[in-house]
């Protein structure tokens, strides 16, 4: 089935959406996209396909449903996102899974400031965020839980992530592929290689990541990332105890 | 939006409305042809428009640059009077320093939606010979800044809104499209336009208070709060720049126009000044970078702009986009061919211009810069004289 947005006022196309998956399509294709907002929200199952730019809060509090964005996104992500799958195949704007609590975000090309800000595990609950490009400063900024990559495909020399990163991290596990300076790292993050472990989840999310852009996942390989996870799990424990 | 709550400046009453305080966002957008071309303001509502969610109809407005080809070299005061007697005061003091080459109502288009509007006036204006000779140690701008100051500080319901040359700022309480069909904006051509959408959340929304806030050539529209606005507000007074819109945004305004006017920076070192670079980062700067960040953090901590934003500023050469340095607003530029484009959301690029040439987020304190190329400014002028 397919919606054509041109003109329609998001809470319309929403609403528009929904019905669709309620009178039973497995799919919906919404074509002329442009700043429409929370797209996909909350929802458990089906497959939107987006051609254009979303706006804000794409797939916010999303539930299991699949979203693919054949164009760039904006800012908030998998906003809050319980489960499901968001491909986009372009670029997004900040905060990138902000409090991603399940599910997978898996982006073509760069991300803005703050991603996976605040992502959460808990239980079989656990959100993952893969970037092919590069991020901004504050990636993984009080992040708590889940898997946050960053793979550097396609800027040359430039570094994986901006400054400040993983600023206020307190659980949860960031891999960079590429060198990282010491100055870039928050307060509250450690540097270490990839075990044999990491390199083993890792590897099989970077191999679902390859089928959805059509790469090779044998260029990846151990030695290429770094890992980042925090010092302490309460690093602000006694910040306020004198 | 951020400032005492002490109402702002007597008087100045323009249709504020007086609202609690509301989570929001405002939007930006920009449009620059760095060849001069000239485009109609249509271009920028849609983009504006694009971001509706962004504001909440308390605030809109437009800043044109090349729109008064025919008066190019005349200061074009755009003016909002509460009563015909605020725009007597204001006139005489007008008459008073200014040879007026013409004086008309703005034009604009009756629109149910737009309730409460000032008097709207505009004047053609240059300063009077015998007033430069008299203040024969200022510029005729900075005759024409103070001249803006006294009616905004001293007339209660009378306020300068526009001050350049062959440019001109058009706002009030409003959707933005709706403001733009209120000024006709689709009927002028410029080869630079900026709009506002209003989300006003530290401070109430009145005709005076939506942006984009100009001085002379120098106009700004802004998302975000400057928290270190008291700061700034003090540190401009002691160069005669007087705060009195109830607003922070209009500090903004102020440090461009002492910062590159007044003190002749480079534009980059200005905005270096308003978002620098933190001290550990200065610190690993290359030796002749790091003593210029050092000087300019020290000479300049004044100017220093701190808290969320992001703006806009347009002026009658080019256009700058620049964030804080943190970048808790957003930002999106585009290039597409020779125009330049800035907004808070990609869409409302997208929106006007479906495949720029390229896409890229701001980062935090670096400033997005678009230049007349040489020669463009005449061609302008000369394209609407042809």
């Not at chain 1, 472990?197 to 590897?203: A, P």
């Not at chain 2, 008097?119 to 900075?142: A, C, G, I």
């Amino acid at each position: 089935m397919t919606i054509n947005a041109t003109g329609v006022y998001y809470r319309q196309l929403n609403e528009q959406i929904r019905a669709a998956f309620n009178n039973g399509a497995d799919e919906v294709v919404v074509e002329n996209v442009c700043g429409h907002r929370y797209l996909g929200t909350s929802l458990r199952s089906g497959r939107i396909v987006i051609n254009g730019v979303p706006g804000n809060d794409l797939g916010a509090f999303m539930d299991g449903a699949e979203i693919i964005v054949r164009g760039n996104a904006q800012d908030g992500v998998g906003n809050t996102m319980n489960a499901g799958k968001i491909v986009i195949h372009g670029h997004a704007g900040d905060i990138l899974g902000y409090a991603q609590r399940g599910g997978k975000i898996f982006v073509q090309d760069s991300v803005g400031y703050r991603a996976g800000i605040h992502m959460k595990a808990y239980h079989d609950h656990f959100p993952v965020v893969v970037v092919g490009g590069t991020a901004q400063d504050y990636l993984g900024e009080y992040m708590a839980g889940g898997i946050l990559a960053v793979l550097n495909l396609n800027s040359g020399d430039q570094l994986a992530a901006g400054d400040y990163i993983g600023t206020g991290m307190h659980g949860g596990v960031i891999y960079l592929r590429g060198t990282v300076e010491a100055y870039q790292l928050g307060q509250e993050v450690g540097l270490e290689c990839l075990e044999e472990s990491d390199w083993q989840s890792l590897g099989s999310i970077l191999g679902e990541y390859c089928t959805e852009f059509d790469r090779d996942p044998a260029q990846f390989c151990q030695g290429d990332f770094v890992k980042l996870t925090p010092r302490s799990t309460r690093p602000y424990g006694r910040l306020y105890v004198y | 939006m951020n400032t005492p709550s002490c109402g702002g400046p007597p008087g100045k009453s323009m249709n504020r409305r007086d609202r609690g305080k509301d989570i929001g966002g405002c939007a930006i957008s920009g449009i620059m042809a760095e060849n001069g071309e000239l485009f109609s303001g249509e271009l920028v509502m849609r983009s504006i428009a694009n971001m509706r969610e962004r504001a909440n109809g308390l605030g809109g407005g437009y800043a044109a640059y090349g729109i008064y080809p025919q008066h190019k070299d005349h200061y074009a005061l755009h003016v909002m009077y509460e009563s015909g007697q605020d725009q007597q005061t204001t006139e005489q003091i007008i008459q008073q320093n200014c040879l007026i080459h013409e004086a008309e109502p703005i034009p604009t288009h009756p629109l149910h939606v737009i309730k409460q509007r000032p008097l709207l006036h505009r004047y053609f204006v240059t300063v009077k010979p015998e007033q430069l000779e008299r203040y024969y140690d200022l510029s005729e701008d900075d005759i024409m800044a103070n001249i803006v100051m006294t009616i905004n500080t001293d007339v209660s319901g009378g306020f300068v809104f526009s001050s350049g040359k062959n440019m001109g700022i058009f706002k009030g309480v409003g959707y933005p499209e709706d403001i733009g069909q209120f000024f006709r904006v689709d009927e002028y051509d410029a080869y630079i336009w900026i709009a506002h959408g209003r989300y006003p959340t530290n401070t109430t929304g009145w005709w005076g208070g939506a942006h984009p806030f100009g001085l002379l050539e120098w106009s700004v529209v802004h998302n975000g709060e400057i928290s270190s606005y008291g700061i700034n507000r003090r540190y401009l007074a002691n160069f005669g720049y007087y705060c009195t819109l109830q607003t922070d945004t209009e500090v903004i305004a102020y440090i461009f126009d002492l910062l590159l006017r007044k003190h002749d920076l480079p534009l980059e070192v200005a905005c270096m000044a308003m978002a620098p670079p933190f001290w550990a980062e200065i610190e690993r700067m290359a030796p002749e970078q790091r003593e210029l960040a050092r000087t300019i953090r020290t000479v300049y901590g004044g100017a220093l702009l701190n808290g969320p934003f992001s703006v806009v500023v347009g002026h009658s050469t080019g256009m700058i986009g620049f964030n804080d340095r943190i970048k808790l607003r957003p930002m999106v530029a585009a290039r597409h061919e020779d125009r330049l484009y800035i907004a808070s959301e990609e869409a409302a690029i997208t929106e006007i211009c479906p495949k720029p040439d390229v896409t890229w987020h701001a980062q935090g304190g670096v400033p997005i810069v678009g230049k007349l190329k040489n020669g463009a400014e005449d061609s302008a002028v000369a394209q609407v004289a042809g």
